[in-house]
């Protein structure tokens, strides 16, 4: 079995959406003093790769304590949009080179070549997003999940978030934000799975993205 790791790794100094702050990883137990190690972690909800809910928008929408284990796990197909430009937008013409696989998928993962950009501040210019004929797709579709290798599902200038609110309005869906690697994981479908930690009441989390191949 092959196995790709589609996650950024979490640590200090590490890019974060502009005016959240980084994580801190602080020494709490050492091997000298206290014979083990142990770390005080203190991050946002929404550090590196990462997942948002329903609830991320809306107060009385799904947590992602409240999702079954299965929403996190299926069958993926990468849209590859590397060759969209800066302030281009991802539309039907990305989705339809991927065929009647990208029906067949539960997780649609938007390929456009953006974390070659992590740790360097054109990460944060204007990344191409979903148009509105895309959204709707998405929204009509059965899928589990949608994610990206950008920072966000909407524009950092779009203040309003408006994708984030089409998308979760009403359907139970979850959205990934600042993957990496997807160019390695080809045409096809495979496996994906993207567990977030079980936090009560979470309105997001960092999850671990993987997808193998068996």
Known sequence: MRV????????????????????????????ERDGFKET??????????????????????????????????GKAVVIDCHDLQEGQAITMAQIRQAGELADRADFLLFNLGWDKRWGDESYFDDYPCPDDEVMDYILNGSF?????????????????LTRH????????????????????CGQGLFWFS?????IADSDGSPIRAVAWFE
């Open 4 to 31: 790709i790791d589609l996650t950024h790794v979490i640590k200090e100094n590490m890019p974060v959406y502009p005016g959240t702050e980084p994580p801190r990883l602080d020494p709490a137990n050492s091997y």
């Open 40 to 73: 005080k972690i203190s991050m946002f909800s929404h550090t590196g790769t990462h997942m948002d809910p329903p609830a991320h928008l809306f107060p009385d929408r799904t947590t992602l304590d409240q999702f079954p284990p299965d929403q996190f796990i």
């Open 144 to 160: 589990k999940g949608i994610g990206f290798d950008v920072i966000g599902l909407d524009p950092i200038a779009d203040a309003n």
């Open 165 to 184: 609110k089409k998308l979760f309005a009403e359907k139970e869906i979850v959205n990934i934000e600042n993957l990496c690697n997807l160019e390695l």
């Open 194 to 198: 993207c567990f977030p930690l079980k």
